[in-house]
């Protein structure tokens, strides 16, 4: 009885305090363990696990560079149809490009084009704009569907 038995999936000590062969196999199958649980989140709340994964999480979103965290949404062409009016697409220290939906500048149709867009920026701005470039977008059968504007600041 002075050495230990072994059977499939189990680990025992020896009397003289050393463990057989199957213990590498018991550190790999609680290492999963701990993995799954991890990835599925079933660990109790309030348990100190459940407390390490929030620590990892808020770390992963305080720690990373901010730059990482700046991706914008892409404005599709039909969303102009969609969202009327003016959507401010990027801006840096000296300029500011904007998409405008081109049923609010037709709404203005007795103007020429450049007023028309002065005009919308105006209202939105609440300052006069100082416009650089105006290029129509349009779809595939060349209707256009809005115009991006290049203001500077």
Not at 66 to 76: G, M, Y
Not at 115 to 126: F, H, K, T
Request: aromatic fraction near 8%; glycine fraction near 6%; charged fraction near 25%.
């Amino acid at each position: 009885m002075a050495n230990g038995t072994q059977t499939p999936g189990q680990t025992f000590v020896r009397a003289d305090g050393r463990v057989r062969a199957g213990s590498l196999e018991s550190v790999w199958g609680k290492i999963k363990l701990v993995l799954v649980r991890s990835v599925f989140w079933s660990y109790e709340r309030g348990s100190w696990q459940y407390d390490i994964i929030c620590v990892v999480i808020l770390a992963f979103i305080f720690l990373l560079p901010h730059s990482w965290f700046r991706d914008r949404p892409t404005l599709e062409l039909t969303n102009l149809r969609h969202n009327q009016g003016v959507i401010e697409i990027t801006h840096t220290k000296t300029e500011r490009i904007y998409q405008i939906d081109s049923r609010l500048v037709e709404s203005l149709q007795p103007a020429a084009l450049e007023d028309a867009i002065r005009q919308v920026l105006e209202r939105r701005l609440r300052k006069a704009p100082n416009v650089k470039t105006i290029e129509p977008i349009r779809d595939r059968n060349n209707v256009v569907l809005g115009y991006t504007v290049v203001v500077s600041q």
